[in-house]
Every structure is written in structure tokens, then in C-alpha cells.
């Protein structure tokens, strides 16, 4: 508590204040930045503290809850979008396509609240939330407003993701005390879903509910169709939720999981998502114009997304020679194609494993719990690829496959750790740390991106690597 205190009055020293951004900054208040890194420290620290369990379930849900109260009155922190989405939905709401013009030309008299390198891209968030920040705008009546309301978009998308927490890590076999902690009491939750109001809360509260419904009602038309509705409003938010729909079509199937069977649940699901694309593409009036904003979502360079960092190596080395490539966008399409294959892999895999499981149904100790974690423990860690070989890499990004892993996987250090790291990685004004230390960033996370996937190249020469959980 005495963290998120802190960090409220960091934000309002120096946090992402609605005022131009060529103001001073942060650095011009050191006060801001140590009371910044203290309570991120505190917060860090006391989450970190219970990653195997909070005490209880309740007491998991009341204190991530009175940790949020102060980050709720503190003005936008760790990031200036909310202010590309207060645009962006006053561009909507004037008659100007977001996916075809950026902001400062759109006329928005709040543009310049808005990060520089944003005033000139299309939106590139599906057409829901673009619905949304429309509705957010003419809400709220000005700037302000138009932000306390997409806090409260947030509220709701992390309260619908909180409720269903529960009944996800009880299918899963998932001790409901840790799911609840690891999810809600990061600090990465209340500093950038709650008080930096990002529409990653919104995408998380359509996302989980739509796999609460899969988990409880597989095989059956009506909750499959409603099911496929929330992903496809989820993907309708960020892009990124696509990811999970081939592992959402795994836990649809009911019963054994033959190809006929799939294709009979996967295809009332996919009804479901392909209904609320089309419906809201429709309703918005902008159609598919959203799937061209996401190649400008990469503009920021910086070397906490492993293939760019890789690319700035590769970039380095030319240089040493006399000849500097521009090996960052030939690395950030290597790591997209590879993302492809992980994600059919971990597709693949996890198939596998709910077919044997149904083969070796009687000797599994708890057969209602491994099929719903092999189906979860599967999106998680496509989401974890997701992030890892992104084009570009922010610290709430950790938290896609946090709300997944939170109630699926059955160690908890691996993921925790990152998530603990990346919530150092902002200061309150939105700068991001790692603008200052590109060249050794680069090298260091080159150097953990190799290691890393070597040492997954062994583990999956394993026997036995695939059991599930």
C-alpha cells in the first residue's frame, strides 16, 4: 500500500499530466523518479513475496484491491496512450477514419497530450475499441472526462477478468489463492491496466470470460457461439487475441478430441468470432481498415523486443566492418514468421496431449483438470511467443499471458520474474527506461534471447517435455 501510494504521488510530480509533451519531465524531478523506482520497488517486492500464494482467496482479492484504490487517483501513469485513444475516438466521432489518418491531422485539440511518434500513425486497435473511445469521448465532454471514463473501461475489464479467475484455476486445478495474486496484485495490473487505463484490461476482460464459457459448456452450440462472440470482440480490441482462438477451439471440443469433433465445436465457435468482427467492422462502418494500423504499431524501436535487439547486434557487428545492414526489420519478419511456427507447434503439441490423455483416461490423477490446463497452458505460452517475438515490446504487454499462466501453469518463478523486471522498465511521465541504454540493452538481451532458446532446444529434447501442466 505504501508502494502504490507512492507512485500516485510520482505521477503527480512528474506523471503523464495532460499538457504538451515538451515540458519537463521527469528528469527534471528527481523527487518523481525516486519515489517512482521506491514504490515499484515495495510493490515489486510484496508481490513477488507470495508468487506461490496469497494466504487466501479473499485476502488475495482485498488486497490487490486496496492496492489499486490509490493508483486509481492518480493521473495517467507509465504511458501516454490514453491520450492516442482520446483522439482517436474525437477523430470517430467527427467523421474522420482513424485507420487513415493520424490524430494531428484528424484536428484533435488534445494532440499535444499525445506521444510524439503517435500524432502521425492509424489507430491500430480493432473497431470495438474504437466504438468504445468514441463513447468514451462524447461521455466524458473534454479531456478529462474522456480519460476518467476510459479508467473506468479499465475498472470493468479487470473486474470482469477478476471474477473470472476463480472458476478458471478451479477447471485447471489451480490453487484459486495463487491465480487470484499472481493476476490482480501485480503491479504491472495497477500502474499500467488500472491508472495507465490501457485497453489490454478491456481485451483481457473479454478474453477470459469467452474461456470461462469454452471451459463450462464445451460442445454445446448456443455457450459456443456466445464464447466465440467475446474472443472476437476481444480480438476486435487488440489484434493479439488471435493468438488464443486455436487453443480456445481445443477446449470447445467435448469429448474426445477427434478431427470431427473439432471441426463440429470449433465451427460454432469460429460462428461466434467471425459474427463479432463482421458486426462490429459493420456497425463501426469502417471495415477491415483496422488490419492496416497494426504495420505502423512497430515505428518505436527499442531493444526490449528480442528481434529488434537482435537486429541492433546485427546492425553493430556490420558497423564494426564498415557496412550497417538495417537488419531490424529483416529480424522483426524472421521473428513473425517464427512466431507462425511456435504457435502451431505449441498447437500441435497440446493437441497431442488432450488425445492421449484420452487414451490413458483412467491412470491421470485428475482428467477434469489436465484437459482444461493443457488447453490454457497452450494459449498462455503462444501468448508468451506472442510477446517474446513481437516487433516491439512494452511492460504491460507481460500481462496477456500473465492472466493465462496465472491459472494454468503449475510453476510460477519463470513468468513471474519477467513480469517483476519489466515493471522497472517505465517511469511515470511514460518515458521508457530502455532509450538510454540501447547498445548494452541490445547485447544483453541478444545474449539472453540465445541462451534462452538453446536451453529451450534441450528441454524439448527431453523425454517426456509434453506431459501437460
Not at 484455476?169 to 484459486?176: D, Q, S
Not at 510460477?412 to 518515458?431: E, H, I, R, S
Amino acid at each position: 500500500m505504501a508502494g502504490a501510494v507512492l507512485l500516485t504521488v510520482a505521477g503527480w510530480l512528474g506523471g503523464a499530466l495532460p499538457r504538451a509533451t515538451g515540458v519537463p519531465g521527469p528528469w527534471d524531478e528527481p523527487w518523481a523518479v525516486a519515489l517512482w523506482l521506491v514504490g515499484t520497488a515495495l510493490l515489486v517486492g510484496a508481490w513477488w513475496a507470495l508468487r506461490r500464494g496469497a494466504p487466501s482467496t479473499r485476502w488475495a482479492y482485498l488486497t490487490a484491491g486496496l492496492w489499486a484504490l490509490p493508483l486509481l487517483a492518480a493521473p495517467p501513469l507509465g504511458s501516454r496512450d490514453v491520450y492516442s485513444y482520446a483522439c482517436q475516438g474525437w477523430a470517430y466521432a467527427h467523421g474522420v477514419d482513424p485507420y487513415a489518418t493520424g490524430v494531428a491531422e484528424a484536428g484533435c485539440p488534445w494532440v499535444d497530450a499525445v506521444a510524439p511518434i503517435w500524432r502521425d500513425t492509424p489507430a491500430p486497435y480493432g473497431p470495438f475499441f474504437v466504438l468504445l473511445a468514441a463513447l468514451a469521448v462524447a461521455l466524458g465532454g473534454g479531456l478529462v472526462g474522456a480519460i476518467v471514463a476510459f479508467r473506468l473501461l479499465a475498472v470493468a475489464g479487470v473486474l470482469l477478468a477478476a471474477g473470472c479467475l476463480p472458476g478458471l484455476a478451479r477447471a485447471a486445478g489451480v490453487p484459486t489463492r495463487r491465480a487470484a495474486w499472481l493476476a490482480l496484485a501485480s503491479p504491472l495490473v495497477g500502474v499500467h491496466l488500472l491508472a495507465g487505463a490501457h485497453n489490454d484490461a478491456v481485451m483481457l476482460g473479454l478474453l477470459l470470460p469467452g474461456l470461462l464459457v469454452l471451459l463450462r459448456r464445451p460442445g454445446r452450440p448456443g455457450p459456443l457461439l456466445l464464447a466465440g462472440a467475446l474472443l472476437g470482440l476481444a480480438v476486435t480490441v487488440k489484434a493479439t487475441a488471435v493468438v488464443v482462438l486455436p487453443f480456445a477451439a481445443l477446449a470447445a471440443v467435448h469429448g474426445r478430441h477427434t478431427v470431427r469433433a473439432l471441426l463440429r465445436d470449433g465451427g460454432w465457435l469460429a460462428g461466434g468470432v467471425l459474427g463479432a468482427v463482421a458486426v462490429t467492422s459493420l456497425l463501426s462502418g469502417l471495415g477491415l481498415g483496422w488490419v492496416g494500423g497494426l504495420t505502423r504499431s512497430g515505428d518505436s524501436e527499442q531493444w526490449t523486443s528480442p528481434p529488434t535487439a537482435v537486429g541492433f547486434v546485427v546492425d553493430y557487428a556490420g558497423g564494426l566492418v564498415g557496412r550497417e545492414p538495417g537488419a531490424v526489420p529483416v529480424t522483426r519478419a524472421a521473428a513473425l514468421l517464427l512466431l507462425a511456427v511456435a504457435v502451431v507447434a505449441l498447437w500441435w503439441r497440446a493437441w497431442a496431449g488432450l488425445r492421449r490423455l484420452a487414451d490413458v483416461r483412467q491412470r491421470v490423477g485428475r482428467p477434469d483438470a489436465a484437459r482444461p490446463r493443457v488447453a490454457l497452458l497452450g494459449a498462455g505460452l503462444a501468448l508468451v511467443a506472442t510477446v517474446v517475438l513481437a516487433p516491439v515490446f512494452h511492460p504491460w504487454y507481460a500481462t496477456w499471458p500473465l492472466a493465462l499462466l496465472a491459472v494454468a501453469a503449475t510453476r510460477t518463478t519463470w513468468f513471474v520474474a519477467p513480469c517483476a523486471a519489466a515493471a522497472f522498465l517505465a517511469l511515470p511521465d511514460g518515458t521508457n527506461l530502455a532509450r538510454f541504454s540501447k547498445a548494452p540493452g541490445a547485447l544483453a538481451m541478444t545474449a539472453l534471447a540465445l541462451g534462452l532458446a538453446a536451453w529451450g532446444l534441450r528441454r524439448l529434447r527431453r523425454p517426456g517435455a509434453a506431459r501437460p501442466g
